[in-house]
């Protein structure tokens, strides 16, 4: 595995690659691997010739007061889990690489569906996230990228920017990991105490009971959220929101068959989410 | 010369191209081609192994009221020039092709220098050109690209947005070709009628009236504007604005020793502009 901080080694390192005409798999991260990163990568080596991991906290997706400054960076642990997944390139730039000296000017917004959700709580983190993704998209250029299923709407802002801006990339969705107890796999679980880790079980739980009543016909889906957010604020959370939507993130309808139950909710100074998709077939 | 009208024919037409290492070089136009526009495929014959030039008349960079409607449509014209001119591949998409059945959500904007001078007066423009621009780089995924000096602001906010978003894509200034009579070519000069065309040389002549005042060592950058503004107006235009900036399009100072003198007129319902650089040395 080559490690690789600057765009110009990067290049470079890809060159050949690409000349060869090598399938280049792209697996952007912000470090702190779990999991749930190296499905992604196992993903990736399975489906691509070539597979590039980017760890890069990148400041602009992280709001006034969020934990941009505290959020782990664990590279010298990272590298290690990466080698022993076969990753090929760890591209590590610094935020001088990423966003030069010069001011930068140019965002890359994507409208409604950024709005909604995390959006409604996070002034900003779409427009940071998607502006980083499409910089890395063109420095990386690959043919697949692979994306969490536990950041559903950052998928779907995603999948929606590579399609408006004609990127000649596939986006794949990658499930979700959990731990034994439920709880999807994040960086953030380890802000946790011991006993916000056990209150944290609470998010799975909700989603499996908001799941199974919709599965039973539930249609009052304001009463199942109203439900739903009561259980987590029973458990210590401070909800910021719980919603049942198309899997395209609409709002559904009486004649709905498949939703998806997305959770946000704070645990102290720690905010969590995740999600559950249901379908009746 | 191959014409390819889908993303698909085009990715096909040049994935040989690509995979020979071949350079890639990429001259966008609106059609409606003049010796302008085959100045710029001149540029990218001389440097590059293989020449895409795009026409296409994007509708997301004309405001409510302009002349999308009314832009000069002349693909068959355009095609003979471009054979002529050695061009290897013409990229002619439908508006269909480019942005698709679904709704665009994501566009990308270039802050503070796309919201001065022609900003002012054309809301959302160069958002529109910034979009299509990356859409596009996206598709040809060229080595160089080639911008006339005539649209000075658009080829800013290009560099800008080329840079911000790591595309590994060079961009070439190509200078302004001009009638005898100093009219910069434009495909709007074709809705002047014979008086109009006549009163458009005022432009160039203003733009040297100013160049050889700043020569001569005059400061008042405002005094010379507004002299300048009310030559045009003799001339019967409606002036947008004159102005003076520095290279990089800041304001000028008394040490500056480079600028660049900006026009932007109407004469009836055609909107002309036009750029001078000047320098002491």
Chains 1, 2 share one sequence.
């Not at 600057?6 to 060159?15: I, K, P, S």
């Amino acid at each position: 595995m080559k490690t690789e901080t600057t765009l110009q080694g990067l290049h470079a390192a890809l060159g050949a690659a690409r000349a060869a005409r090598k399938s280049i798999g792209f697996v952007p991260t912000m470090g702190n691997l779990h999991d749930g990163h190296l499905r992604l990568v196992q993903e990736a080596r399975n489906r691509c010739d070539i597979v590039v991991v980017s760890i890069f906290v990148n400041p602009t997706q992280f709001g006034q007061g969020e934990d941009f400054e505290h959020y782990p960076r664990t590279l010298e642990a990272d590298s290690k889990l990466l080698f022993d997944a076969d990753c090929d390139i760890l591209f590590a730039p610094s935020v001088q690489q990423m966003y030069g000296d010069g001011a930068q000017q140019t965002t890359v917004q994507v409208d409604s569906i950024a709005a909604d959700l995390c959006g409604r709580s996070r002034a900003g983190h779409f427009t940071g996230v998607a502006t980083v993704v499409t910089k890395l998209f063109n420095i990386v250029q690959p043919n697949v990228a692979f994306f969490g299923e536990k950041d559903y709407q950052q998928l779907a802002v995603i999948r929606h920017l590579t399609r408006d801006l004609c990127f000649p990339i596939d986006i794949i969705g990658v499930p979700t990991v959990r731990a034994v107890d439920g709880l999807a796999l994040s960086s953030r679980n380890g802000y946790l105490s011991v006993e916000q880790r056990d209150a944290a079980t609470t998010i799975y739980q909700t989603l499996q009971t908001v799941a199974t009543q919709l599965k039973q016909g539930a249609l009052d889906y304001a009463a199942l959220c109203a439900q739903a957010a009561a259980q987590l604020t029973g458990a210590g959370f401070m909800v910021d929101y719980v919603e049942i939507r198309t899997p395209l993130l609409g709002l559904p309808d009486a004649q709905s068959t498949e939703w998806v139950i997305l959770i946000a909710a704070k645990l102290g100074k720690t905010r969590l989410i995740d999600n559950l998709s249901v379908s009746l077939d």
